[in-house]
């Protein structure tokens, strides 16, 4: 069945360094690929999206490019933010099944 | 405009009793979905709606379980007999339909609580 897995946390990082958080899927057919953002005492945004092959969905200097050779859609980040510290959930939809499937999430902490 | 609403934020029962929790989707949003988020854990998937009918509910764990959404807009979850194994965050999204383009707007969730 369809999966999505992703490095474990959490990630601590020093501000201003460069973040990546994998993301790797298994599905059949060809799903769109999500970055959904939890922020302490809030509850999931959706980050960024890429809904085909090789598009690049980017948000508040986050990127991610759909690999569809690697199966694979990481997170990156040139230069992170106290203010970036929270809990990211990589996802994807397959329409056959009708449900977005969630990693388990990383968290990230960054200290100034 | 207005995003997905959950009431109530949070839910303290005892074991056995019986439980609503509501979800006001994004007005014009046919697509609703139910999931159910643990300590640590992702968000898994309840139960999807398409209007007013339950076109997936694969994900209810036990027929303790149900969902209705009667007007295809409001929609509510509803646990029968609860148990402590129940605890968790409950959230509701909506999409304007259930293509896989399409994004889910997330309500901030109910924390369920069963002692």
């Known amino acids: 069945g369809n999966s999505v897995t992703q490095m474990e946390g959490p990630v601590t990082l020093s501000e201003e360094a460069f973040l990546t958080i994998n993301c790797t899927y298994t599905?059949?057919?060809?799903?769109?690929l999500f970055w959904y953002v939890q922020y302490p005492g809030e509850g999931l945004q959706l980050l960024l999206k890429a809904t085909k092959a090789d598009d690049k969905g980017s948000n508040k200097g986050f990127e991610a490019t759909y690999r569809k050779e690697t199966t694979s859609f990481h997170l990156e980040k040139g230069s992170v933010q106290v203010s970036d510290s929270a809990v990211y959930f990589c996802?994807?939809?397959?329409?056959?099944?009708?449900?977005?499937?969630f990693g388990a999430g990383t968290r990230l902490a960054v200290h100034p | 405009g207005a995003g997905v609403s959950q009431t109530p934020s949070n839910k303290v029962t005892e074991k056995g009793k019986y439980v609503e929790l509501r979800c006001d989707p994004i007005?014009?949003?046919?697509?609703l979905y139910w999931y159910r988020q643990s300590l640590g854990q992702g968000p898994e998937f309840l139960i999807y709606f398409q209007g007013t009918g339950a076109a997936d509910d694969s994900g209810l764990p036990n027929d303790r379980f149900f969902a209705v959404r009667p007007e295809g807009s409001v929609s509510t979850l509803k646990i029968q007999r609860t148990e402590r194994g129940d605890s968790a965050v409950y959230l509701c999204?909506?999409?304007?339909?259930?293509?896989?383009?399409?994004?889910?707007?997330f309500g901030p969730g109910t924390r369920l609580t069963v002692l």
């Open positions: 999204a909506s999409s304007l339909q259930a293509q896989d383009t399409d994004t889910q707007y």
């Open positions: 599905a059949t057919g060809y799903p769109s």
């Open positions: 007005s014009g949003h046919t697509a």
């Open positions: 996802a994807l939809f397959s329409g056959g099944y009708n449900k977005l499937i």
